[in-house]
């Protein structure tokens, strides 16, 4: 029992991997390739503990040529090379398999030394990675690869392969254990996903619980929290889950949905991110609920400098009221498109010169006409407002600010509109 039960009981048919039927289903094309045993180039992107490394295995398999493995993060090109090297007297038309796990680690350089020998024949590369590959991995790979997402594992699939686990254990201690429904489920839903760490957990219980006084290992949900300690999250902060999680929260902010707000507010606080969190409720603040609730952002700020100072566990309750109060606001994104909008003006046309009323000059210089720069005073004037152009000429009909729907701001709109005779 010294290998891990996860390689043990590693599946050695596409009919005993769980999950991922969206790809390895009867009829879906991943399982059309690799039982054709025509292996393409293939890059297989998801969460660790999926299946990625037990596919390409069944695909060597199957399709009858050696397989070499690398991990990206210790290996380098000398090592692909290596391997094309060492395969040489075994090569035959379509070559040997090469996984490179974490592909993700080898900088772009590394990565086009693999071009010639994919394109040569001499390797078939499945890749895979936890990151995005559109982001992680060089054009050039992409355009020669096929993507395929595997994605993370229901409770429901990790049960499934936790109980083919103890029958083998059962086999292979003579049937000395014994598991509650309710302990395979506890293992299941705090795996994250992560099948492999849930064999992991499931070995570790069955190796360390004593046994009764009749030999038998009576394995509970007690057990099940001991080996597992803390729920799993599937999160990294400079990874896809990191982000996944933050659009996820901000979107449901946005959609005034405060229940999923929180429950996303609860992962980022259970992922330990609060500089995240603070980061991202200030710019929803001014993003999503803007002008139609002007002083929210003033709230906000008060509840992350709050947070900020109390730190965890603390700091989730300002967190909470912060997340609420957004979530429930009237929701407001004019500015956002007004100062978007003349970003887009100043990057990508000549927008003029700043009229000459607006100019920051006291004098007019010899041979300047018309003399006086003219700046009508607005405090001079009735409400404080007299007609002059501001804009540019080029520019001087432009509309960046369109007013919202919202109460505050159609307020303010019949404000001027009367103060400027549109009414």
Same mark, same amino acid.
């Given at each position: ?259 999923? *707000? &929180? ?5 980022? +606080?259970?992922?330990? #991110?609060?500089?995240? $969190?603070? !980061?991202? %409720? ?55 498109? *007004? &100062? ?5 003006? +100043?990057?990508?046309? #000549?927008?003029?010169? $700043?009229? !000459?009323? %607006? ?65």
């Amino acid at each position: 029992m010294n290998k891990p039960l996860a390689d043990r009981i590693r599946p050695k048919t596409l009919d005993d991997v769980v999950g991922q039927q969206h790809i390895l289903g009867k009829g879906r094309i991943l399982r059309n390739i690799i039982e054709s045993g025509n292996i393409p180039s293939m890059i297989f992107y998801g969460p660790s503990g999926t299946g990625k490394t037990t596919v390409a295995n069944i695909a060597a398999q199957i399709s009858n040529r050696p397989l070499y493995r690398l991990n990206a993060t210790n290996a380098s090109v000398a090592d692909v090379k290596a391997v094309v090297k060492e395969s040489e007297g075994l090569l035959g038309g379509e070559g040997v398999l090469l996984y490179l796990d974490e592909i993700q680690n080898f900088n772009k350089k590394q990565q086009q030394s693999l071009l010639e020998y994919t394109e040569n024949g001499r390797i078939t590369l499945i890749a895979s990675t936890t990151e995005n590959p559109y982001f992680y991995v060089y054009n050039a790979i992409l355009s020669r690869s096929t993507v395929f997402e595997f994605r993370p594992l229901t409770t429901a699939d990790i049960e499934a392969a936790l109980r083919r686990a103890a029958d083998i254990l059962r086999g292979e201690l003579g049937g000395t254990i014994e598991t509650e429904d309710d302990f395979l489920k506890t293992l299941a839903e705090k795996s994250g996903g992560d099948v492999r760490r849930a064999l992991n957990s499931l070995e570790l219980a069955v190796r360390y619980t004593p046994p009764s006084g009749g030999g038998v290992i009576h394995l509970g949900v007690d057990a099940a929290e001991q080996c597992t300690q803390k729920k799993v999250m599937q999160y990294d902060k400079m990874g896809d889950s990191h982000y996944d999680i933050l659009s996820a929260f901000q979107k449901s902010i946005r959609g005034s949905d405060p229940d999923a *707000a &929180v429950h996303y507010l609860a992962r980022l +606080i259970a992922a330990d #991110d609060l500089q995240s $969190i603070c !980061r991202r %409720l200030m710019v929803i603040a001014c993003e999503d609920v803007g002008l139609a609730y002007p002083t929210a952002i003033t709230v906000v700020k008060a509840c992350v400098d709050s947070a900020l100072m109390l730190g965890f566990p603390e700091a989730r309750i300002p967190l909470a009221e912060a997340v609420i109060l957004l979530a429930t606001a009237p929701k407001s994104n004019s500015a956002y498109l *007004a &100062v978007n909008s003349a970003l887009y003006d +100043i990057e990508h046309m #000549d927008t003029g010169t $700043i009229p !000459r009323q %607006l100019q920051n000059k006291h004098y007019d210089g010899e041979g300047t006409l018309p003399k006086g720069q003219n700046y009508l005073y607005p405090h001079d004037y009735p409400n404080h407002y007299t007609e002059q152009q501001y804009l540019p000429d080029k520019i001087r009909d432009k509309k960046y600010y369109e007013y919202g729907e919202n109460k505050t701001e159609q307020s303010a709109k019949e404000y001027w509109d009367r103060i400027k005779h549109k009414n």
